[in-house]
């Protein structure tokens, strides 16, 4: 009887501690979390950097479809190296 209860009460714990922490989750926002961080933080940094390569992707993008297509010397004669 006593093993039971016992049982029942870490199972009941278990469950209000799993109820607490998705109530929590729910709250959990990454953006305010990394503002919060000093900046020699290196999730900080890495968060930074992959926004930086990706700005620097996009213009490199913009700046290639605004150029206009030059065929190389072998593909304008027509010979195959």
């Known amino acids: 009887m006593?093993?039971?209860?016992?049982?029942g009460g870490v199972g009941l714990g278990a469950v209000l501690l799993g109820r607490r922490l998705a109530a929590s989750?729910?709250?959990?926002?990454?953006?305010?979390?990394l503002e919060r961080m000093?900046?020699?933080?290196p999730p900080k940094w890495m968060f930074l950097n992959i926004t930086a390569i990706r700005e620097n992707t996009e213009?490199?993008?913009?700046?290639l479809e605004e150029r206009e297509y030059?065929?190389?010397?072998?593909?304008?004669?027509?010979i195959a190296t």
């Open 70 to 78: 030059v065929p190389a010397p072998d593909e304008r004669e027509g």
């Open 2 to 7: 006593s093993k039971a209860l016992i049982i």
């Open 59 to 63: 213009r490199i993008l913009e700046r």
């Open 25 to 33: 989750c729910r709250e959990f926002d990454v953006e305010k979390m």
């Open 38 to 41: 000093p900046d020699t933080a």
